[in-house]
């Protein structure tokens, strides 16, 4: 069996976490794309993802060292399921589907924070600053490679129904 070491399950979680986010904003733009949605509503759409995420990491930022970073990733997890199940059945045609996708990015904000705070909780303040910078181009080369995948495996699966990027971002 392999032994995975915390920070290996972290660039591990924020592989995931944007593996499967960006199947559903893969997902929920194809949709506005052939519900022929105007310029102005997918900008209000896609604006209204970036504000949720910046306003949920705002939060969880500030409270990830109060009520502790796991149960806040929980949290987010539990939060990016939900939505991400209302995405898969809901019809885009209902508002409310706009409002799951919200909240999944919402969810993010839950997520990335403590995450990465908790991959640098260990580093200490007399830490070299290059440590510091190994752990962090780590986690994005993990969060970039999760992005560049979901969004080359949304393109592929989103021909054979929306449901499926959907369903394998839950």
């Not at 909780?121 to 070299?128: A, Y």
Request: proline letters at 3%.
């Amino acid at each position: 069996m392999i032994k995975l070491s915390k920070n290996r399950i972290l660039y591990l979680l924020a592989f995931l976490t944007d593996f499967s986010t960006f199947l559903v904003i893969f997902t929920v733009s194809r949709d506005l794309a052939e519900m022929n949605a105007s310029m102005l509503k997918m900008g209000i759409i896609g604006g209204g993802c970036s504000l949720a995420y910046a306003i949920s990491c705002m939060v969880s930022g500030s409270l990830s060292d109060r009520f502790g970073r796991l149960r806040l990733i929980y949290l987010g997890l539990t939060f990016a399921l939900l939505s991400g199940l209302g995405c898969l059945f809901l019809r885009p045609d209902n508002q409310i589907y706009f409002l799951a996708y919200w909240g999944y990015s919402a969810s993010l904000g839950l997520i990335f924070p403590p995450l990465i705070a908790w991959l640098n909780q260990e580093q200490g303040t007399h830490t070299k600053s290059h440590l510091v910078q190994k752990v962090l181009i780590r986690f994005c080369f993990s969060w970039n490679l999760g992005l560049i995948c979901g969004q080359l495996l949304g393109g592929f699966l989103f021909p054979f129904g929306r449901e499926w990027p959907l369903l394998l971002a839950v």
